[in-house]
Nanobody, 126 residues
Framework: QVQLVESGGGLVQAGGSLRLSCAAS????????MGWFRQAPGKERESVAAISRNAIITYYINSVKGRFTISRDNAKNTVYLQMNGLNPEDTAVYYC???????????????????WGQGTQVTVSS
């Protein structure tokens, strides 16, 4: 059983930055691949970024490459999403997720994740 709690969302102007954090419970955090997803009003959920258990492999959706950075601190059981150069298209509820059964890689498929946080709102004004 894994519990995930996101924080760091808020309202920011276009061009600004935010850092999202996801605190995880459990004794085996370092065994989980972690990911960030988002869902905007009227749109389907999409994978934003993912990171492997050892942080060697990362994935980013094309629209955020060069702007967002995913990282993790296994000693603190925390995964982060640094978001720079935000634009209104980034407005969404952002969810943290854990893939406890993934043996390798940084999956972008939401079906690979079996634990989810409740989300944090990110709103970018134009």
């Amino acid at each position: 059983q894994v519990q995930l709690v996101e924080s760091g969302g808020g309202l920011v102007q276009a061009g600004g930055s935010l850092r999202l954090s996801c605190a995880a419970s459990g004794r085996t955090f370092s065994s989980y691949a972690m990911g960030w997803f988002r869902q905007a009003p009227g749109k389907e959920r999409e994978s934003v970024a993912a990171i492997s258990r050892n942080a060697i492999i990362t994935y980013y959706i094309n629209s955020v490459k060069g702007r967002f950075t995913i990282s993790r601190d296994n000693a603190k059981n925390t995964v982060y999403l640094q978001m720079n150069g935000l634009n209104p298209e980034d407005t969404a509820v952002y969810y943290c997720a854990a893939a406890t059964a993934t043996a390798w890689g940084a999956p972008s498929d939401g079906n690979e994740y079996n634990y989810w946080g409740q989300g944090t709102q990110v709103t970018v004004s134009s």
